[in-house]
């Protein structure tokens, strides 16, 4: 069935550098991919999405590539601060009966230290 | 970051009870779901349901059930059948069945002991 994979589980950045955070994908037909952003004992919040049509797309600090070819994408967020502390999800869709579902990926802990 | 609210925030249970968790959306939203995320796992569907009356099992359904009277309500019962039962439970809503974007309530931390 469709996996996501993501790496690295846990990043630390100095305060002013950039995280990358890469996720990759099995199932060919998958066509969205949101990023989560989850604080600790919060829910998930979505930050960013991105779809199979477009290669790369950005808000403000954060970006987003997609390479479907190679079937990853990544997370890109420059200018760190403390509160971008969090743990980040990915995910890919998965259609199924007609409905689309998620798929995410284990979760990648980043330390923005100041 | 409203619209979705599950309670109660903790709970406590003895093992060989059932014990049903709420969530309720006034975003207006067919689709609603379950999830459960455990340490250093991503989230995992348990249920969804794409409109009133109807719901299917996700990837780890088994030991829990779910019903949907009520297109504001997905209440989700963790039974006794479920072996590892504690767990952060969050649940999630969309547009519709066909829509991507989920939306997630604040979580429910089951302990059971």
């Known amino acids: 069935g469709e996996n996501v994979e993501q790496h690295p589980s846990t990043l630390s950045v100095q305060e002013g550098d950039s995280a990358v955070i890469k996720c990759t994908y099995s199932?060919?037909?998958?066509?969205?991919f949101p990023w989560y952003k989850q604080e600790l004992g919060k829910r998930p919040q979505l930050i960013i999405d991105?779809?199979?049509?477009?290669g790369e797309k950005k808000d403000q600090r954060i970006a987003v590539t997609l390479n479907k070819t190679a079937k990853h994408f990544s997370l890109h967020i420059t200018e760190t601060q403390p509160e971008d502390s969090a743990v980040y999800f990915c995910?890919?869709?998965?259609?199924?009966?007609?409905?689309?579902?998620?798929?995410f990926g284990a979760g990648t802990r980043l330390a923005v230290h100041p | 970051d409203g619209g979705i609210t599950q309670s109660p925030k903790y709970l406590f249970r003895k093992e060989g009870q059932n014990v049903t968790l709420s969530c309720e959306q006034n975003?207006?939203?067919?689709?609603m779901y379950w999830y459960r995320q455990d340490p250093g796992q991503g989230l995992r569907l348990i249920y969804y349901?794409?409109?009133?009356?109807?719901?299917q099992k996700g990837d780890i359904a088994e030991g829990y059930s779910v019903s949907r009277e009520k297109k504001e309500s997905f209440p989700l019962t963790v039974t006794s059948a479920q072996k590892n039962p504690t767990a952060f439970y969050l649940c999630?809503?969309?547009?519709?069945?066909?829509?991507?974007?989920?939306?997630f309530g604040p979580g429910t931390r089951l302990t059971v002991t």
């Open positions: 999630a809503s969309s547009l519709s069945g066909t829509a991507y974007e989920q939306y």
């Open positions: 199932d060919s037909a998958s066509n969205y």
């Open positions: 991105i779809r199979s049509n477009v």
């Open positions: 995910a890919a869709s998965r259609r199924s009966g007609g409905y689309n579902k998620l798929i």
């Open positions: 975003l207006n939203h067919d689709a």
């Open positions: 349901s794409q409109i009133v009356n109807d719901f």
